[in-house]
């Protein structure tokens, strides 16, 4: 049987020596990576070669640690982060180099999205119960989720992981070998989905999954939000007047506002995987969605708020890897295609539509709502692409 790779991911519960641990390497990894970057500048500015992240790794055991015990704190933490954090710089100029992304950021202290990598290197490391799960370096850890992991006594074979923090919360991510059990047999016929602000999906199949960001609840808790950044602010501004030196409430407040960040976060998430299970259960032939311009229509200072809030991007990647798990051919249409343009009916573009017209009304006196109609049209579109 094939064999799968697939991430879990789940909080975990560390005692206050775990937690000390995971913060160093944490914070060891950011200066790594900082140093990394900062070295190749220098060297840039010389004129003198470029250095990878092997040779820069290298460079750092025999050389610069040796002459700098200073910096031998740096061997404290586990070996195995230390080098993934100095791969992901490497891997950061890479894509700069090949126009694929801009120039390497340094990455900033409670900002930046920092995470301890671990790998199995011995045969006890990375065991998971249902309870818990072996970390190396830190030992067992309480999970918070229990029995969501494989366990490895059914089996399960954890590859890698990383353990990361967020808003005050630590969560562990493992890679798990799992085998592939796709199911072939989807009779039914295929569906399209057309996805915009107003709702946040439209199915060909009659259903619409409303926008939950006009929600009560997430209204709330936006409102909420904007009064513990104004908060937060007005702290910052007294701490440069020189009225307070109490840091550590800002410290508190901004634990409030990345909390508040977190929670809205995981409302959206939470929407979205209930959306596409909900999705996936039909068991349709096919599903068929549109390869939206999501940084084109970010750049609509009026709706970028809104484009961005909805996390369309990772609901086709979620949906990408479900219909994979379920043997449902996902199908890709070009952005050109005008599926709100084009009548369901006969065929004919209407081209003067535009985006306040939420009812299409065609010629041949085919009526139907706006989202409707291009979810039908995505349905039986005859070009596409299988993603």
Request: glycine content about 4%; hydrophobic content about 30%; overall charge positive.
């Amino acid at each position: 049987m094939r064999k799968l790779l697939k991430s879990f991911k789940t909080e975990i519960n560390p005692s206050k020596q775990q937690i000390a641990k995971i913060n160093k390497t944490i914070g060891t990894c950011r200066y790594i990576y900082n140093f990394y970057l900062a070295h190749n500048k220098e060297l840039y500015d010389k004129g003198e070669k470029f250095m990878s992240g092997k040779s820069f790794s290298v460079w750092l055991n025999n050389e610069y640690l040796p002459n700098n015990p200073d910096k031998l704190w740096i061997k404290e933490v586990s070996s195995k982060s230390v080098k993934k954090s100095i791969e992901d710089g490497c891997t950061a100029f890479t894509k700069f180099f090949k126009h694929q992304s801009g120039y390497p950021n340094f990455k900033k202290k409670d900002k930046s999205d920092v995470k301890m990598y671990f790998v199995k290197n011995n045969p006890k490391d990375c065991a998971c119960e249902r309870h818990r799960i072996n970390i190396p370096t830190l030992g067992w850890v309480k999970l918070k989720e229990k029995g969501y992991i494989p366990t490895t006594k059914d089996g399960w074979k954890i590859k890698s992981g990383t353990v990361s923090k967020k808003a005050g919360r630590y969560y562990v991510s493992v890679l798990v070998e799992v085998p592939d059990n796709k199911i072939a047999n989807n009779s039914n016929e295929g569906i399209g989905i057309d996805l915009g602000l107003k709702d946040f999906a439209i199915v060909s199949n009659g259903h619409t999954y409303k926008n939950i960001n006009k929600s009560v609840k997430l209204k709330k808790l936006e409102k909420q939000l904007r009064r513990e950044q104004r908060c937060l602010s007005r702290k910052f501004e007294n701490l440069k007047k020189g009225k307070t030196t109490q840091r550590a409430n800002i410290q508190k407040q901004k634990l409030k506002v990345q909390k508040l960040h977190h929670r809205i976060d995981n409302i959206r998430t939470d929407y979205i995987n209930k959306t596409i299970a909900e999705i996936v259960k039909s068991k349709p032939s096919y599903i068929t969605i549109e390869d939206l311009n999501v940084s084109g229509m970010m750049k609509n200072k009026h709706l970028s708020k809104a484009v961005a809030s909805q996390k369309f991007h990772e609901f086709r990647t979620k949906l990408k890897v479900k219909c994979d798990d379920n043997g449902i051919e996902l199908r890709v249409v070009d952005r050109f295609y005008p599926s709100s343009k084009l009548c369901h009916c006969c065929g004919s573009i209407k081209k003067d539509l535009k985006l306040s017209d939420r009812i299409y009304k065609c010629e041949c006196g085919y009526i139907e709502d706006r989202d409707v109609n291009a979810s039908l049209n995505l349905r039986d579109a005859a070009t596409y692409k299988v993603a």
